[in-house]
């Protein structure tokens, strides 16, 4: 990090500042020219306060040179990071399908889109138990009971599972649940982050609707300081003026994640559009774009689905997606497993 100090800054005042830096842990190296008055650290300075900086009178601004998210970062890890759900990996490489549909309805119907999605190549099984939902009348999900039903499925199919989590409440109702999703209305959530990172299991986290990039890698910086490394990330649209569309996928998200971080990049082609006919096109293009993954809701009955039936695939549509897909993936060098 560089200080740039203020024209005429006094000298005593100056050095006090120094003072406070070195005690914080960080070599300090002045320069003084004939225009800029410099300091620049040296040393670990993710936790030094930029607001205390900048309200120090003498500062003028600062700039940073490495990340805020030094855990994440691709400068701190040059290697992609590589995932592993039972045989599903994600990264380096490794290119990971997960279905499912929104919400767990039933055993029935959690079972049969299991065994479709399976035969098709998927190689985890997705499904609501605790819906976010925008009106506290719709469908909430079936709660602990739905967990129950994936978990009964996963058991018949061997496929891992993934739910998403909405309060640090239900911590232990995730225990056995093999990827944790965390939704774009909690992108965050801090505490529910570090509560994640604790639980020590992979964490599959989703994009928030308005969030920058560097917003999504400071969230799961929150995941990694808590030492658990095994987070993928999850591009699924964000809100744009383009009302045609659920949300606009930022496919551009790709390889600039991939550029910023080590971590595995995902993508929801589903909740990015919301039109089931556009799932496939946007799941093409995401690895075109280098994705490591793809997040694919796909429902029994979409007309009977008690939620984002418009955006859900049918089995036999998905059956076609894979098998567009999975050529296209060898393509681009990956492999699906
Ligand atoms: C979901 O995946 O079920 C979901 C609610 O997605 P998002 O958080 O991206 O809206
Ligand atoms: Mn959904």
Redesign the pocket.
Known sequence: MIIILKHGADPAAVESLRRDLHAQGLEVHESVGRSRHLLGLVGDTTSVSESWLLSNPVVDSLRRISDPYQKASRASHSEDSVIRIGSTHFGGGHFGVIAGP?SVESARQIESVARSVQHSGAGMLRG?AF??RTSPYAFQGMGAEGLELLRHARQKTGMPIVS?IMSTEHLSLFEDVDLV?I???NMQNFELLKAVGRLGKPVLL?RGLSATLEELVMSAEYILAEGNEQVILCE?GIRTFEPSTRNTLDLGAIPMLKRMTHLPVVV?PS?ATGISWMVKPMAQAAVAAGADGL?VEVHNDPTAALCDGPQSLTPAEFEDLMAALKPQIEFFGKILN
């Open positions: 929104c609501g819906k976010p998403e999703q939704g774009a209305r989703k699924r929801d909740h997040m």
